[in-house]
């Protein structure tokens, strides 16, 4: 089948799809919408069955030891790659990182980083660790950043050297760890970096 063909077939898919979607629906404001009001968003796909007794951590990092060569994850954008094994491996550096700078299991960390091969490492390790994570836009003005630092109680923010001049210009008194991205894959990542 040529690519023309494929992609028309799904287009002509969609159409179908969007006409059989009660008339109501079109008619209702996104307000009005249940999952509007709910801010949730459902898969078209089954949800994803996570053991009980498993962790989120450990959940992700399950096959790490079968595949250590194989590439987990990309950077879209840099095309910078992880392996299982690297990932693994820079997971538990952020984990022991964490303790050593006091994090509690059940702690809030605040995770100010680009989607990224960081961010995915930054966030498995606190996870490992038991840590609560927030999750915060790189994009979010001053404000907007300690507001969600002073809702979610976070007790520190992990972020990039390039964001730490927007973290100084908050009215809080949270310890911001500054990662350098090149030693961190250099396989020196310490939290050394801490204002």
């Known amino acids: 089948m040529a690519q023309g063909s494929r992609a028309e077939d799904a287009i002509s898919r969609l159409e179908d799809d969007i006409a059989q979607l009660p008339a109501q629906t079109a008619k209702l404001s996104l307000d009005e919408r249940p999952e509007a009001r709910e801010h949730i968003f459902r898969s078209k796909l089954p949800d994803i069955c996570i053991p009980y007794h498993m962790t989120l951590a450990e959940y992700c990092m399950e096959k790490a030891l079968q595949w250590p060569d194989k590439v987990a994850i990309v950077d879209g954008i840099t095309g910078k790659a992880l392996t299982y094994g690297e990932l693994a491996v820079l997971s538990q550096r952020v984990a022991a990182g964490?303790?050593?700078?006091?994090?509690?299991?059940?702690?809030?960390?605040?995770?100010?980083?680009?989607?990224?091969?960081?961010?995915?490492?930054?966030?498995?390790?606190?996870?490992?660790?038991?840590a609560i994570?927030?999750?915060?836009n790189p994009f979010y003005t001053p404000a907007e950043l300690e507001n969600q630092i002073r809702v979610a109680s976070a007790t520190m923010v992990v972020t990039h050297s390039s964001y730490v001049e927007k973290l100084r210009a908050l009215d809080l008194q949270?310890?911001?760890?500054?990662?350098s991205f090149r030693d961190f894959f250099l396989q020196n990542a310490e939290f050394s970096n801490c204002l």
């Open 98 to 130: 964490l303790m050593k700078l006091g994090v509690e299991k059940g702690g809030v960390i605040a995770v100010l980083l680009p989607n990224g091969c960081e961010f995915v490492a930054v966030f498995l390790g606190a996870a490992i660790r038991g």
């Open 133 to 136: 994570v927030t999750t915060a």
């Open 174 to 179: 949270v310890p911001t760890c500054a990662l």
